[in-house]
């Protein structure tokens, strides 16, 4: 914690720390290795899509958890964060379903595409 | 104090937390909707289209691996300069310190033979929608990794001197560098499946 910053200059609690970070870089590295290979089992989009976001979300959890400490965080922090995950969901549903919504034949079109847009 | 700024070290009594703490984490709140436009806008406009090309033909899969696991390094390295500091090991924190701004300096020089290679085989931002936004979206993350390295290069550098005067002010410090720095390798954790593997 960061009110602990210079009170702890014992080298146990610190190697065990160090030990801990470590651990997490090797299941980081585990969970890299399984997002790429899963990536080449060639499976239906939405499973791929499901699977590569989860693996992703884990690993968001873990440098979350551990190396920004939030496993351990203050209530002004987490009520923070949980108002930034209302606002992005509504941001990214709202957007999302613009797009889901769309009447027949109004599809939205690139507009790179010659004769995309009208 | 020396500064005219409250609560570097102490604890706020309302907030429970030292105002560069919850600053921060404000921050990277205002980054999350930043981002988070960026990824629902990817998302419209895969779900609008006609056809999506096949992005792991487009870019470098193996290269953005590699990036991925440099820059989750380079998170451990930053989160052992802050412990380092903890343990008051003012030497390994400059080593590791040094190797978190190396292993940002390796991710953008990655990075841009990326860039050069799609360049050079004449794909651009304009010449599809995945491509804009590969390219807004990877430009607007290697800027975060720009700035996280300028703040790292001074707390390595002139920043250090504030440790023999302010030695828990300044470990605050690099603990709220730090945040920020996982925060881009966290970014990243998402964009690598994103763009180069779905």
Known sequence: MTQNATTRSGTMPHTAEVRGYLMVFGALLVLTVVTVSASYLELPAGT??????TLAAVKASLVAAFFMHLSHERAAIYATLLLTVVLAAALFSFTVWTEADHAPGTRFQSPFVAGGTR | MSSGIPYTTEIRPDTGLTNPKLGIWLF??????????????YALLRMGAETWP????????????????????SSVTMVLAWSSLKARNLARYRLFMALTLAGGAVFLVVKSIEYGEKFSHGLYPSTNNFLGLYFTLTGLH???VIGGMLVNAFLLG?????????PERFTNRVEVAGIYWHFVDLVWIFLFPVLYLL
Do not use: K
């Open chain 2, 28 to 41: 990277l709140a205002s980054e999350v909707m930043l981002f988070g436009s960026l990824f629902s806008s």
């Open chain 2, 158 to 166: 002139p920043g250090t001197r504030m440790w023999a005067s302010e």
């Open chain 1, 48 to 53: 791929a899509i499901a699977l590569g976001l």
């Open chain 2, 54 to 73: 096949d992005q792991s033909a487009i870019v470098s899969v193996p290269l953005a691996t590699l990036n991925t696991i440099v820059l989750i390094a």
């Open chain 2, 142 to 144: 290697a800027i975060h």
